[in-house]
């Protein structure tokens, strides 16, 4: 059958009677160090190898006036990201899982913090998700400046704050399932919290160095032998890694590390995070994210991986999203008999994709056509002729759609009413 000519505000290509529509996308080769990096790029999420290759852009809405924030990667690859005012809990392919409007919390001038959540960081196994407020007061009462706090959230949902307390910290890393690490300023630039206790003081730069600094932005590595953090601001910021005797994943806190690499100055340096293989580490800078093997660090080998990317995440998943928002935009099994099966979807990149629908266990439906790039799509498909004789007169019907591309598969079911 040969392709039929549809006009579509957007690119188009039409094969068996299959239109799909959307943006462009761009893909490399596998990595080479383990795992992903979860990152933010033209205000949205995307995902990518270590070395850079392989990028797929998880979502399509973050604009200038409301940029994704902070992507957190669990260990499944679930990615929670701060949006607007709620933290979004999505899948690699950007189905959407939940949105989380975290509570308030409170300050350490006992005054209510609200809004926009940052500094997200969901545990490894998935079940907490971390977030910071960040603000500014100046008023009769307090001394100006700025303002933080940190809560725990189920990523079931919304969780009253009093069940796992809260801090007057902030940029939370996990360190296992049951522990994060904050960061709070002078006095308090390495802190400890199990959630539900008492946060405790681990260590501050005066702690080892005779000229001391800032530290913050602070992370453990996946075997508790390594931490990084930035050191210092401004042009005078450098990531710095240390060798951690003892256990700081539970129980007091560990003697002070010994510091044993750290990188040039750079302003705009920021938001160091560990490898799996605990020796790897990414970050940011002005230019893009930055990977080195930091546990080598005569021969780092410092390589700009993601040009333009801010805030990375590296987790142990690897990218493999499938593809996802599958949903019938128009219920109208009237429309559906006559013009087709109208389905949106996301796709994971440029290739054929197979589309089946069923209606009690039979195939009412299978086409395929050819994605020109990754993207939410939107495809029609010709019910069967048989099937529609079979459809014709019911006032509902329930539908299994499975979309399956590069051997990956996403499967919803669909309600179409007369």
Known sequence: ????????????????????????????AGATSGGSIAYISDNDV??????????????????????????????????????????VLMRQSGDLIREIDPPALTNSVSHPMDGAPVDVAISPNGRIIAWSFVGYECDSTVDCGPRTATGYTDASGRTPVSRDGSTFFH?????????????????????????GHEPVHWFDDSDYAEQSTDLSDSELSADGQ??????????DSRIITFGVSGNAKSGPAPTVPTPDCITDTEEGIAAPTWAPDSDHLAWEESDGIWAGDLGNCGNAGQKLVIPGGTEPDWGPARVDPSPGGV??????????????????????????????????????AADHGRAPSAGPLQAVVNIRKSARRRLTGRKKVKLKISVTQAGRSAVATGFLKR
Not at 226 to 235: C, I, N, Q
């Open 171 to 195: 940029n939370p890393s996990w360190v296992g399932n049951s522990r994060t690490i904050q960061t709070g300023g002078y006095g308090s630039q390495v802190m400890l919290h199990d959630p």
């Open 226 to 235: 390594r931490l990084a953090a930035v050191r210092g601001y401004g042009e």
């Open 1 to 28: 059958m040969s392709p039929v000519a549809v006009s579509f505000v957007r690119c188009l290509f039409a094969v068996i009677a299959v239109f799909l529509v959307m943006p462009g996308f761009s893909s490399a």
């Open 327 to 364: 949903k019938l935009p128009y219920p109208s099994l009237k429309r559906a008999l006559k013009k087709g099966l109208t389905i949106d979807f996301t796709s994971i990149g440029k290739g054929r994709v197979d589309f089946k629908v069923k209606f009690r266990g039979a195939v009412i």
């Open 46 to 87: 995307w995902i990518a190898n270590p070395d850079g290759s392989h990028r797929f852009r998880v979502t399509w809405d973050g604009t200038a006036n409301s940029p994704y924030r902070s992507p957190s990667q669990a260990d499944n690859g679930i990615i929670a990201a701060g949006h607007l005012n709620d933290i």
